[in-house]
């Protein structure tokens, strides 16, 4: 009875002390995902710092007179100055960049809430871009490799979902990449507010005299878990609901939404590399009817950039008032 006694006292002693090892281990293991994931969170917070707010820019507009620091907007007339981009018959997406651009810069600059910055005009880059593409090259490399590393990081802890499959890949930027990577590294230094991207679309055919079978415009913005996504989208619906009022959203499926984020194109920030809410706008297909006579056509850019314009002031200023058109 004794001897019986005893040992459901040692199994009991076991029992407990296997109770508080456990214990233990579960306390263990929670302080040390809890750690974990604290730095996790924080190394996140780092790379994922919070770009400025709607509320912030709106705010920095309201005040911009009094404080004498107005917004500040980067206008990016899409690809290099010489080469690159759609063409279509005698028409150059970046020519009608560039105009579109000069209207848009006109219409800001006479706004004093706005200091406005254009990356190249038609003698070529800024000369302030030019030089900084000069003296930073090195460290432009530098910082797009950093923010890839960083990128697929994240998306090795969870912290980033990944949505574009094209993302991370082994390529190295070409030169023409790494401008832009550039222009956003400047744009960071430079404390600038929102960068827009202009340019003109195009649809792979086999006949490339003959117009494509899509038309439409097209605004591309970040992804939300990108530290500008969330501010660059409520800009953007602004400037969609004036477009689309007289122009029509593209009708290709996959820009059917008319906004579309994307966490890979290089112009709207990709590997979290622009701290300002960068909005590309494809205005159009190069090929559609509007853009093909010479009159018809300054006429349009014209008012595409009024229309942007627009955008920007019921953003900027008139934001009590009801989207125009709701988007989603
Ligand atoms: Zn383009």
Same mark, same amino acid.
């Given at each position: 009875?004794?001897?019986?006694?005893?040992?459901?006292?040692?199994?009991?002693?076991?029992?407990? *002390? /296997?109770?508080?090892?456990?214990?233990?281990?579960?306390?263990?293991?929670?302080?040390?995902?809890?750690?974990?994931?604290?730095?996790?969170?924080?190394?996140?917070?780092?790379? %994922?710092?919070?770009?400025?707010?709607?509320?912030? *820019?709106?705010?920095?507009?309201?005040?911009?007179?009094?404080?004498?620091?107005?917004?500040?907007?980067?206008?990016?007339?899409?690809?290099?100055?010489?080469?690159? /981009?759609? !063409?279509?018959?005698?028409?150059?997406?970046? !020519?009608?960049?560039? !105009?579109?651009?000069?209207?848009?810069?006109? *219409?800001?600059?006479?706004?004093?809430?706005?200091?406005?910055?254009?990356?190249?005009?038609?003698?070529?880059?800024? #000369?302030?871009?030019?030089?900084?593409?000069?003296?930073?090259? !090195? #460290?432009? /490399?530098?910082?797009?490799?950093?923010?890839?590393?960083?990128?697929?990081?994240?998306?090795?802890?969870?912290?980033?979902?990944?949505?574009?499959?094209?993302?991370?890949?082994?390529?190295?930027? #070409?030169?023409?990449?790494?401008?832009?990577?550039?222009?956003?590294?400047?744009?960071?230094?430079?404390?600038?507010?929102?960068?827009?991207?202009?340019?003109?679309?195009?649809?792979? =055919?086999?006949?490339?005299?003959?117009?494509?079978?899509?038309?439409?415009?097209?605004?591309?913005?970040?992804?939300?878990?990108?530290?500008? /996504?969330?501010?660059? =989208?409520?800009?953007?619906?602004?400037? %969609?609901?004036?477009?689309?009022?007289?122009?029509?959203?593209?009708?290709?499926?996959?820009?059917?939404?008319?906004?579309?984020?994307?966490?890979?194109?290089?112009?709207?920030?990709?590997?979290?590399?622009?701290?300002?809410?960068?909005?590309?706008?494809?205005?159009?297909?190069?090929?559609?009817?509007?853009?093909?006579?010479?009159?018809? =056509?300054?006429?349009?850019?014209?008012?595409?950039?009024?229309?942007?314009?627009?955008?920007?002031?019921?953003?900027?200023?008139?934001?009590?008032?009801?989207?125009?058109?709701?988007? =989603?």
């Amino acid at each position: 009875m004794r001897k019986k006694k005893s040992r459901l006292e040692a199994y009991s002693a076991t029992a407990l *002390l /296997g109770l508080c090892m456990g214990i233990l281990a579960v306390y263990l293991a929670h302080t040390h995902i809890a750690t974990f994931v604290q730095k996790q969170e924080q190394s996140a917070a780092v790379f %994922f710092k919070p770009g400025s707010s709607v509320a912030d *820019l709106q705010r920095k507009y309201d005040r911009a007179v009094k404080t004498k620091k107005a917004v500040r907007i980067l206008l990016v007339p899409g690809h290099e100055p010489f080469y690159g /981009g759609a !063409e279509y018959r005698n028409l150059k997406e970046r !020519e009608m960049a560039l !105009e579109l651009s000069a209207h848009l810069a006109k *219409l800001l600059e006479a706004n004093r809430r706005y200091d406005t910055f254009t990356s190249r005009n038609s003698d070529g880059w800024d #000369s302030a871009m030019l030089a900084y593409f000069a003296d930073n090259w !090195e #460290s432009i /490399g530098t910082f797009a490799q950093k923010q890839k590393v960083e990128t697929a990081k994240h998306i090795g802890t969870g912290a980033l979902v990944k949505h574009d499959p094209a993302m991370i890949h082994n390529a190295a930027p #070409s030169d023409v990449g790494l401008r832009l990577y550039g222009i956003h590294k400047w744009a960071n230094e430079n404390d600038i507010d929102l960068s827009i991207h202009i340019h003109f679309n195009d649809h792979p =055919r086999k006949n490339a005299t003959s117009p494509g079978k899509y038309t439409g415009f097209t605004l591309y913005i970040p992804d939300p878990q990108y530290s500008n /996504g969330k501010t660059a =989208r409520a800009v953007a619906e602004r400037i %969609f609901a004036r477009l689309s009022q007289t122009y029509s959203p593209s009708d290709m499926p996959k820009e059917a939404p008319g906004i579309v984020e994307s966490q890979d194109l290089i112009a709207v920030g990709s590997y979290n590399t622009s701290d300002a809410p960068s909005i590309l706008v494809e205005y159009a297909y190069i090929y559609e009817a509007q853009l093909q006579d010479e009159a018809t =056509r300054s006429l349009v850019l014209q008012d595409m950039a009024l229309q942007t314009y627009e955008g920007l002031q019921d953003f900027f200023e008139n934001r009590n008032k009801h989207l125009v058109q709701k988007t =989603r």
